[in-house]
């Protein structure tokens, strides 16, 4: 009996330290914190902290033009995630989705002015001005401010 004993410790003791690396847990990094953004709508003569309130400080900065005596501020996306309308004498609206749009502010801080299509060389000359504009919701994942557009949910 005095044998046995050791041997059966010594039995449960091996077959317990087999059976810890099985139970080992490997920690993960936490997924990335995604948040969805929601969608804004604005038009001229909307001011200019609103906006800024909604979508933020945009990543170029702000750019002042001497000759138009405006404000440039340039949101850009890695995706088409603006709906620009332009309206035309003719009753015409025409829609598009682009991925970079120029809003232009007067001294006052209102919207005078807003183009996807700008002159490469003198950005305040805009191609096809744009009456509206709306933001699509769009996913920003957190820390690094990776921006995605949302998918439906399988």
């Known amino acids: 009996m005095a044998v046995r004993l050791p041997v059966l410790v010594l039995g449960v003791g091996l077959g317990l330290l087999a059976a810890l690396p099985g139970c080992t847990i490997e920690m993960a990094e936490p997924p990335e914190r995604a948040v969805i953004e929601p969608s804004y ?14 979508l933020g400080y945009p990543s170029d900065g702000q750019r ?32 598009e989705m682009v ?37 699509l919701p769009r996913v920003v994942h957190h820390p690094s401010g990776a921006i995605t557009a949302p998918r439906a949910a399988r």
């Open 41 to 54: 709508a604005f038009s001229l003569g909307a001011h200019q902290d609103d906006i800024i309130a909604a």
């Open 64 to 95: 002042f033009d001497r000759v138009s005596e405006t404000v440039e501020l340039v949101y850009s996306y890695p995706f088409p995630a603006i709906q620009a309308e332009s309206h035309f004498a003719n009753g015409v609206t025409r829609s």
């Open 99 to 135: 991925d970079t749009i120029h809003l232009f502010f007067d001294r006052k801080g209102l919207l005078v002015k807003m183009g996807s299509w700008v002159d490469r060389w003198y950005s305040s000359v805009v191609d096809v001005p744009v009456q509206r504009v709306t933001i």
